[in-house]
Nanobody, 120 residues
């Protein structure tokens, strides 16, 4: 069974930065970060291929969020800069054998999610 676990969430002030991390057990997967704000649908944020050579970003976070990975540690990170109150949400990491892009139904394994709160 594949386990996906996020860490690094918490409270950050508007304009500040936060770094989220995710570890997936087993093989090296394509990985994606998603978030779901209260009352809204879950949305794709960023994805990275298993090799780390290709990335994909949602327009809403392009230029502010950066996804990266360290395959030696089997971990993927999401660097959040210039945080805004609208970034407040539960952030989830997911692993896929097929894609690193926005198609949520193609992700096989999901973490439980962590809360990120941006105060104004």
């Amino acid at each position: 069974q594949v386990h996906v676990r996020e860490s690094g969430g918490g409270l950050v002030q508007a304009g500040g930065s936060l770094r989220l991390s995710c570890v997936a057990s087993g093989r090296t997967y394509h990985m994606g970060w998603f978030r779901q704000a209260s009352g809204k649908e879950r949305e794709f944020l960023a994805g990275i291929s298993a090799s780390g050579g290709q990335t994909s970003y949602a327009d809403s976070v392009k230029g502010r969020f950066t996804i990266s990975r360290d395959n030696a540690k089997n971990s993927v990170s999401l660097q959040m800069d210039s945080a805004q109150p609208d970034d407040t949400a539960v952030y989830s990491c997911a692993a896929s054998t097929i894609t690193w892009k926005s198609s949520q139904h193609l992700y096989d394994y999901w973490g439980l999610g962590i809360q990120v709160t941006v105060s104004s």
